[in-house]
Each structure stands twice: as structure tokens, then as C-alpha cells.
């Protein structure tokens, strides 16, 4: 059995719920591999799924699906991005009144502690310095404080397309140090500890003190919470730790996402190009399609026997 990544590439929920659905009936996807090329077909039968965790910055178009999903035998848990971003940096990502109605709603269909807030990436540019980050980050822990028990957060990892997009368009983007990273950190914790949330830091280990947990976003410990039976239970148990970059503590999980097919359109996205590349590929995506990666329509694909493919 396998946990089901959906999913780091991209917004599944947001952009893609009636695709995931039409997926979910047929018992199976196909994932073009990050590395290699390959295209391996992957079950989505109940049978063989511990759990979905879901990935988004909008669960609105998935929700009115959630009951399907729950009839046909699947678990599942979400993981919800939630940064109050200005417009430039997060152009068409939902304002945080729309978010709130649907987490709302979304906490009357999950279990408890189920629901996990991250405040991630942190991006600091002269507009928002520390202050900004502080003053922006209190007021949506008190918005969330009856949600979530929760907040998984990390400092902005530049690769180069980031580096690319972010020197285009937020010129002014700054790349703090280690220590004034703890610094700011400390400061979070402080003040989510102050709303009984616990502060979790993903794939930065130089942060976890103890006041600041490490972050395992594909966590064991939350799906033991969310499954619904003692086989499901066991496989939980069973599940390795496989690392999908340095200091990364998430446990094995298939993903069935796809890179450059999320129009959210945020300038510090690591799994989109460009935002226009997103947009194009969004036009050509067809829901009845078992890939959701445009560049693999018609190719043959062969059954998925890897342990894991985490990324």
C-alpha cells in the first residue's frame, strides 16, 4: 500500500479536482518521473492507498467531491498554504476572506489535527522585512488558531528558476542568513505558541530547536489520525522515510502531480518555470487524460513497481 502525494508539483485541488476525480474512479494514474522520463501508471484503488494528502492553496473547487471520495473508500488529509502574500508575489491566489470560508467547511469533513496550515515559503523583499512577516503572520494565527494545531514554515530555497522569475519580477528579494533566519523563526514560534499552534520547520534543520519541531509534511503520526482501519494502520507503520531534499523528513509517498500546471501564478514557485508556460500547459490538460502532464499524451506507460516516487 502507498500514500498518495497530491501534490507538490502543482495545486491539484484548485486546478485540477474534476481531473483527480475522473482519476479516482478509474482506480489509476499515470506520472511522468521527474528523473528519467519514464512514465509509470500508478493504482489509486482504495486497496492499495493508505491515504491522500492533499497539497493546495485553494480547496474550493474539490470540496463538494470530498463525500465522493470518503463513498469510494479513501482516506485523506490536507496540507494548506496559506501566506496573505500581496498581489505581486501571489497574483491569483485567493484572497484570505474566500480561504477562510473554505476552511470552514473544510474542518466539518476531517478528523481532528488533520488540517495542517503552512506558512511557507518565507520571502523577504524591502517590503516584507521581519516586521511584516511578524505583524502578518499574528494576525493569521489567530484566524486559524480553531483550525489547525499546526504550522509547517520554511525560508525561501532559491534555485535557479526562482532566482530567474524572482530577479524578473521582485528585484528587491533578499536571501537572509542562517542566524537572522533563526532569529525571525524564534519570533514565529513565539507567537504561534501564544495561539496553540506548534511551529514545525521543513527541510531546515538549523531550525529545529525546542521550540521549533521538525516538519514531516508526509507524517506518519497525522495519518495514523486519518485512516480508518487496522490494515491501513499497519501500512502506516510500515512506511520508510524517504528524503525528497537535504534535511526533508516526509515519509514515502507516490506523487501524481505534474511540474508547470498550476496557475497561481506565485513569483517564488520552485515546481513552475513561468507562469505563462503554466498557463499554456492548463490549456491543454484534458480531464479524461490518465496524466496530468501535457507533454506525455499517447505515450505507452508500464506499471509503477518502485518503492516510492517522492519526487
Known sequence: MHVIS?????????FHADWFMR??????VQVLAPFGGGVFEVSLDPSDVIAIVFWTKDAAPILSQLEELVQLGHCFTFLYSINNYPHFLEPNVPPLTHTMKV??????????????????TIVMTDQLDERWHLN??????LELAPYTRECIFSFCDYYKKTIRNMKRLVPEFQEPEESRCVEIAVQLANIAESRGIKLKSCAHDFLVSD???KSRCIDPGVLLNVVDSQERR??????????TRKDCGCAASKDIGAYD??????VYCYANANADLARR???KIDRDQLCLDPKICGRRSRIDTDAHSNE
Open 6 to 14: 497530491a501534490s507538490r508539483r502543482t495545486d491539484i485541488p484548485a
Open 103 to 120: 476552511l470552514e467547511k473544510l474542518a466539518k469533513l476531517l478528523p481532528p489535527y488533520s488540517l495542517r496550515w503552512r506558512y511557507d
Open 261 to 266: 500546471s498550476c496557475a497561481h501564478g506565485c
Open 234 to 243: 499497519s501500512a502506516v507503520e510500515r512506511l520508510k522515510f524517504v528524503a
Open 23 to 28: 482519476r479516482i474512479r478509474d482506480r489509476r
Open 211 to 213: 521550540k521549533i519541531g
Open 136 to 141: 502578518n503572520f499574528r494576525n493569521l494565527c
Open 281 to 283: 500547459n492548463l490549456m
